[in-house]
């Protein structure tokens, strides 16, 4: 099992930014090879990714964050990152963070990630 902690979402104006972290503990000792991702749900819409990183350390990211955000992980620490720069209002959203830690690629279906976090909160004001 792996359980997993995001913190750093708040408040912030148009243009501003913030930088999301989630700690992994538990089944961490082949953190480094699998697949991590964040996740994002406005209200009254589907939980959407945002951006993947796979064992091999690559991204992915969603067309609407390209050039905005940028995913990380430091393995040392079993922590991801989402640093989140020039935010809009439509990104305000609940944030997740999500594994897999079975596969080294990231899959394409939200419905293959095993475990989740409880979520961060995300607003931007315009």
């Known amino acids: 099992q792996v359980q997993l902690a995001e913190s750093g979402g708040g408040s912030v104006q148009a243009g501003g930014s913030l930088r999301l972290s989630c700690v992994a503990s538990g089944k961490t000792y082949s953190y480094s090879r699998y697949c991590m991702g964040w996740f994002r749900q406005a209200p009254g819409k589907e939980r959407e990714e945002v951006a993947t990183?796979?064992?091999?350390?690559?991204?992915r990211y969603a067309d609407s964050v390209k050039g905005r955000f940028t995913i990380s992980k430091d393995n040392a620490k079993n922590t991801l990152y989402l640093q989140m720069n020039s935010l809009k209002p439509e990104d305000t959203a609940m944030y997740y963070c999500?594994?897999?830690?079975?596969?080294?690629?990231?899959?394409?279906?939200?419905?293959?990630?095993?475990?989740w976090g409880q979520g961060t909160q995300v607003t931007v004001s315009s």
């Open positions: 990183i796979d064992g091999g350390g690559n991204p």
């Open positions: 999500a594994s897999n830690i079975y596969v080294y690629m990231c899959p394409a279906s939200q419905t293959q990630y095993n475990f």
